[in-house]
């Protein structure tokens, strides 16, 4: 007989039954599950760059012989180019391997057991999860029908054990920005405040000059988006330079990859190309938001981001979502409060929208 294990006494009650983040489903597991090849699948779930990378980042990936070598444990160079492109100092950056780790990294400076973090839901799912494993509570806040912020409801839910607020900006997975006046609201607290810039350069709009009146601002960023990165894993911050060292001090040591640190240069150096693809994006995001609109049983959010959030009005978004997977056109769907009747749809090229539309009518 199996001896029935007890590593569950062992492991911290607090993650016994810890709610994992749900990443959708991955294209290859659909092998056989659609009516078209693997090779058509159309992947529009993750709001990833359809347009892939800058050519120059697989030139130069392809070229480079130091692999076996460690990164600089400092990210001097990637710092330093980082700064070039944002116009803030080398000193008040930090990146890590994808944003996403960067956003853990910071809750895991901030938050410790029985802190408060504030969320506006619906929003990206990391926030939640990184204060949980650090054993902060999430303090929800819903967003009202336009997926706006409620100051009010927010100033009742602060008190002394309030460390962290995060707000991703545009939000994320409804689209919408937050007003400028709203975010200055949140600053003026002088509780730390997370504002992800993930979809920036689809946006134009950035909270960063207001860095210099409000040390507590922190500004993170990404480059799985607009420069075509994701699988490259590597996101930035921009903070004031004493949160900075602190969460220098904090973070593992190598964590950008030197794959990831010659992608960055060359994307950098293209950014004219990257940023015309981003054009690109928005164009077609504006054109499949008008398509989407015709649809009697769609309601297509605005979105200032490369995805459009759509609520269907008539029917069941799950499955909306499985006639869509079974054609092998990916969207995302999320079984979350606010969000259950919902999918998400990524913005990718022309014809990727004319193969969703063409399914869409057929319903
Ligand atoms: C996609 C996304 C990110 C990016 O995460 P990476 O780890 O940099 O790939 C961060 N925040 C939001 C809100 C996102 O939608």
């Not at 709009?205 to 607009?226: I, Q």
């Not at 079984?335 to 022309?350: Q, T």
Request: proline share 6%.
């Amino acid at each position: 007989m199996i001896q029935k294990t007890k590593i569950d006494e062992f492991i911290r009650p607090d993650l016994l039954s810890f709610g994992a983040y749900t990443a959708p489903v991955s294209a290859g597991s659909l092998t056989g599950n659609t009516e078209i090849p693997l090779t058509g699948v159309i992947k529009l779930d993750q709001n990833e760059n359809v347009y892939g990378c800058s050519p120059k980042v697989i030139t130069a990936l392809a070229k480079y012989k130091g692999y076996h070598i460690y990164p600089d444990s400092e990210q001097t160079t990637l710092r330093e180019q980082l700064s070039g492109y944002t116009g803030i100092a080398p000193e008040c950056i930090v990146a890590a391997n994808g944003s996403n780790q960067l956003l853990d990294i910071i809750t895991r400076l901030f938050v410790g057991e029985g802190d408060n973090v504030i969320n506006f839901v619906p929003t990206f799912d990391i926030y939640r999860f990184s204060t949980q494993i650090c054993g902060g509570n999430i303090v929800e806040i819903p967003r009202d029908d336009k997926f706006a912020i409620d100051t009010g409801l927010f100033r009742r839910s602060i008190d002394a054990k309030t460390k962290l607020i995060f707000i991703a900006n545009p939000n994320a997975p409804t689209g919408n920005l937050t007003p400028k006046k709203t975010i200055l609201e949140l600053l003026d607290t002088g509780i730390p405040i997370v504002v992800d810039e993930a979809y920036y350069e689809f946006s134009g709009v950035t909270a960063l000059p207001l860095m210099k009146k409000y040390p507590n601002l922190m500004v993170v960023r990404t480059f799985s988006k607009w420069a075509g990165l994701a699988g490259l894993r590597v996101g930035y911050g921009l903070f004031n330079p004493v949160i900075a060292d602190y969460l220098h001090r904090i973070r593992i040591p190598f964590n950008v990859n030197v794959a990831a640190l010659v992608a960055v240069n060359e994307s950098l150096q293209d950014i004219d190309y990257l940023l015309n693809r981003t054009k690109q994006i928005i164009a077609e995001k504006d054109r499949l938001f008008v398509e989407l609109k015709k649809f009697k049983w769609l309601k297509p959010y605005p979105s200032r981001a490369n995805f459009i959030l759509c609520q269907v009005l008539n029917g069941k978004a799950s499955e909306i979502h499985e006639i869509l997977q079974n054609k092998g056109i990916m969207v995302r769907y999320f079984a979350k409060p606010r969000l259950e009747n919902c999918i998400r749809i990524s913005v990718g090229k022309p014809e990727h929208s004319d193969a969703l539309i063409k399914v869409l009518r057929e319903i």
